[in-house]
């Protein structure tokens, strides 16, 4: 069965098939983190200056949290989508190896808008974006050197904006192709050299994703056997839901260096007062985190967050792992970050699994704690009351506020959620 024949089966079961409510509440609490992700990084200078430079050259009615003006659709799902991954604490899926949720969001909160749509509405395009990008990322695997981010999530968001816009699963495939015919290559040497132009890729994805939807409404077409030319890996059938397995983040931080992180908030109560005592730091770990998180002596703030050694200091050093962390001022973290030692744990490697095991070294004194799963993993979801606390933590809303959103009913103008 071709590539193109698997995607079109799913999109028919996203078109004709209700989210479950197991689904549905995913999609809100996704929603709403991302939200917060938005308006926390909206006190950045350079993401400000940004929106200034958005605003002037394409104003409009299109609002994103957080910020004064007003701007276009595509100017503002820019704007969100570069915003929301700022700070590196937003959304995943494990199995994609990266992020489908993000651009989706993006796009949809700027569209459903300009559409005047509703809650609901803008849920069930999320829901349709998410599972057919999520699906493509599976399939779609990254040669050495390349960055996920800009790639495959634009072909959820392709997706997505079909569905808000009224079209069907037919036009939905076609967007996919459209953007399947020039999806980019990103490179990861913005992360390793400290530069935080990665941050644009996500964006970049949203762009492609509205470009291919607006295109395949209009009529215009692409060849079926693209996806399979871009794509051999596995892929999820029609009526398995992926969003259940998509994973909220408790750090700010990518996803390899929570294990180690919260490995060393473990360990931290046993440390009280005796930081400096510590001689050496082993970090033990699966090869797809030391791939992706070997910076050492991080510099600049994307650096830190790719780096598993910057996230175990930080959590030794500050009991926390989220935004402020990424200052960069603190010595006692980079101290620390310099006696960490990184190893593969080939068993965990072999398995495909995640987790890490953390050695803490004083003289004779040996401390050792191993994670295995972390709040967010499949089967250990974050609870409702942890993505409210995060919510209001990093938009400085009342946790109820964020509460009224996830309880909403599906008819509740969009235009109300602010």
């Known amino acids: 069965m071709s590539r193109d024949a698997q995607l079109a089966a799913v999109l028919q079961w996203l078109w004709r ?46 609002r994103v949290p957080g910020y004064a003006q007003g701007f276009s659709v595509s100017a503002a799902t820019y704007l969100f989508a570069t915003s929301a991954c700022w700070d590196e604490a937003c959304e995943g899926l494990a199995r994609a190896h990266g992020r489908p949720g993000v651009p989706v969001v993006a796009a949809c909160h700027a569209l459903a808008q300009a559409l005047k749509c509703t809650l609901g509405e803008l849920l069930r395009a999320l829901v349709a974006g998410y599972e057919a990008g999520g699906r493509m990322g599976e399939a779609v695997r990254m040669a050495p050197g ?6 495959w999530p634009g072909f959820g968001v392709a997706v997505a904006m079909v569905r808000l816009s009224g079209g069907n699963a037919a036009q939905a495939l076609d967007a996919v192709r459209v953007a399947a015919c020039q999806v980019p290559r990103s490179l990861y040497l913005p992360v390793k050299a400290g530069a935080d132009a990665r941050n644009t890729y996500l964006a970049h994805a949203a762009q492609l994703g509205l470009i291919a939807a607006h295109a395949s409404l209009a009529g215009l077409s692409a060849p079926a056997e693209v996806l399979d030319a871009i794509g051999a890996g596995r892929f999820a059938p029609a009526g398995s839901w992926l969003l259940p397995e998509g994973y909220l983040k408790p750090f700010a931080a990518v996803r390899h260096v929570h294990y180690g992180a919260a490995a060393a908030l473990a360990l931290r109560p046993n440390l009280a007062g005796r930081l400096r005592a510590i001689t050496r730091i082993e970090l033990s770990t699966y090869a797809e985190a030391l791939t992706y998180c070997g910076n050492r002596a991080p510099k600049t703030p994307i650096q830190a967050q790719f780096s598993l050694s910057f996230g175990v200091a930080a959590a030794l050093a500050t009991g926390d792992l989220g935004p402020s962390a990424y200052a960069m001022d603190d010595r006692r973290i980079a101290a620390l970050e310099k006696k960490v030692l990184l190893s593969e744990d080939r068993a965990l490697t072999r398995a495909g699994r995640r987790g890490a095991t953390l050695v803490i070294r004083m003289g004779n004194e040996r401390l050792v704690h191993r994670v295995r799963r972390v709040s967010g993993d499949p089967g250990q979801p974050m609870a409702r009351a942890e993505v409210l606390a995060k919510f209001a933590r990093y938009s400085g809303r009342a946790a109820a506020t964020g509460a009224r959103w996830l309880d909403s009913p599906g008819r509740t103008p969009l235009s109300r959620m602010r």
Request: net charge positive; hydrophobic share 40%; aromatic share 0%.
């Open 146 to 151: 390349m960055h996920v981010d800009a790639t």
């Open 17 to 62: 098939s209700a989210p479950p409510r197991e689904v549905d509440r995913k999609a809100r609490l996704l929603l709403l983190d991302t939200l917060g992700c938005v308006i926390a990084a909206s006190r950045q200078p350079k993401l400000r200056r940004l929106a200034r430079q958005l605003a002037k050259v394409e104003p409009g009615r299109i």
